[in-house]
T-cell receptor
Framework: GAVVSQHPSRVICKSGTSVKIECRSL??????MFWYRQFPKQSLMLMAT?????????EQGVEKDKFLINHASLTLSTLTVTSAHPEDSSFYIC???????????FGSGTRLTVV | KQEVTQIPAALSVPEGENLVLNCSFT??????LQWFRQDPGKGLTSLLL?????REQTSGRLNASLDKSSGRSTLYIAASQPGDSATYLC???????????FGTGTRLQVFP
């Protein structure tokens, strides 16, 4: 079955630094990748949609300069949280799809803690 | 705007019971509906995918049905086990977009 690998699983960083999270589709080409944020005991909130070779589309209210998304190839998308602050601490999850018709595969998530 | 609601929000049952989790959506123009399981602090595991033209899908003890016209889906779990304890999320993908819209989730606890 389709597998999406997300790294790191946990990261602690100091306030003001940047953190990069990687999302890779291991056995299929992902034309579209998605980045979600999840607060404790809440559902997933879509942050942005990225298509290979083009700029990401951000959801309303998501700061594109703070959350930089790069989808450089059909198997890799990265989310960089720039100048991180404690309020950016959250659980971030990526998902990938070769085609939405066939469903979506999710990564294992990254727990970001900004201290 | 598509809204997805799940009922109940939380459920606690003894082992062996058959369960029904409900998902409703407001816009019937969907490509498909997917049920996921999420364990605490983990990513999502896909359980079942139902295309808009299908009525149900089965995998082991799980059965999911879809009634697109009424905007409803149910996830049936037979003979529940403590290992089934997790949060269950339904999500729909809307025609014309690749976006998944998630429901609010049902937190399930199955005790021995």
């Amino acid at each position: 079955g389709a597998v999406v690998s997300q790294h790191p699983s946990r990261v602690i960083c100091k306030s003001g630094t940047s953190v990069k999270i990687e999302c890779r589709s291991l056995d299929f080409q992902a034309t579209t990748m998605f980045w979600y944020r999840q607060f404790p005991k809440q559902s997933l909130m879509l942050m942005a949609t990225s298509n290979e070779g083009s700029k990401a589309t951000y959801e309303q209210g998501v700061e594109k300069d703070k959350f930089l998304i790069n989808h450089a190839s059909l198997t890799l998308s990265t989310l960089t949280v720039t100048s991180a602050h404690p309020e950016d601490s959250s659980f971030y999850i990526c998902s990938a799809s070769a085609s939405g018709y066939y469903g979506y595969t999710f990564g294992s998530g990254t727990r970001l803690t900004v201290v | 705007k598509q809204e997805v609601t799940q009922i109940p929000a939380a459920l606690s049952v003894p082992e062996g019971e058959n369960l029904v989790l409900n998902c409703s959506f407001t816009d019937s123009a969907i490509y498909n509906l997917q049920w996921f399981r999420q364990d605490p602090g983990k990513g999502l595991t896909s359980l079942l995918l139902i295309q808009s033209s299908q009525r149900e899908q089965t995998s082991g003890r799980l059965n999911a049905s879809l009634d697109k016209s009424s905007g409803r889906s149910t996830l049936y779990i037979a003979a529940s086990q403590p290992g089934d304890s997790a949060t269950y999320l339904c999500a729909v993908s809307r025609v014309g977009t690749d976006k998944l819209i998630f429901g609010t989730g049902t937190r399930l606890q199955v005790f021995p």
